[in-house]
């Protein structure tokens, strides 16, 4: 049997014993119930781990350029080229992007998306407003 101390933040630390028996790690969630006048710690899993997917030789190569590209549009969409639709697939598969949103990163789309910042950046179109009154100044221009 085991006594622990509360302390002064309602912590407890759980003793190396039980600790290790239980293969707890830093980090770790943990349950606490009140059952019959006790307290009872059930370690939790707050999500489920998804297993990787097996990507194969060709996939895994194609992976390297993907990120690469997805790096480069979060940096300088104007610079950058949009993915391919091998290259959207891969990156849905292994959780980069979202299958919702996966037109979005093609390159048909970021073909308008760069047309559209380059446009903003000679003053063709003008970017989003903060309010109102800053749309209608604008348009008064």
């Known amino acids: 049997m085991s006594y622990v101390k509360i302390g002064p933040k309602h912590q407890v630390t759980i003793p190396k014993q039980i600790f290790n028996e239980l293969e707890f ?4 969630f943990v349950e606490m119930i009140i059952q019959r006048g006790r307290v009872v ?5 707050i999500t489920e781990k998804a297993p990787a997917p097996k990507l194969s030789q060709k996939e895994q ?3 390297i ?6 790096k480069a549009i979060n940096e300088d969409i104007i610079s950058s080229k949009g ?3 091998d290259e959207a697939a891969i990156a849905v598969k292994v959780g980069l992007i979202d299958n919702e949103q996966k037109w979005w ?3 048909e789309w970021q073909k308008e998306e760069r047309k559209a910042e380059k446009e903003i950046l000679t003053g063709k179109l003008s970017s989003s407003f903060e309010s109102a009154e ?3 100044k604008q348009l008064e221009n």
């Open 41 to 45: 710690i059930l370690p939790k899993q």
């Open 61 to 63: 190569e194609l992976l």
């Open 25 to 28: 790690k830093a980090g770790d």
């Open 105 to 107: 990163w093609l390159e």
């Open 65 to 70: 350029s993907t990120k690469t590209k997805i």
């Open 134 to 136: 800053e749309l209608f």
């Open 83 to 85: 993915l391919t639709k």
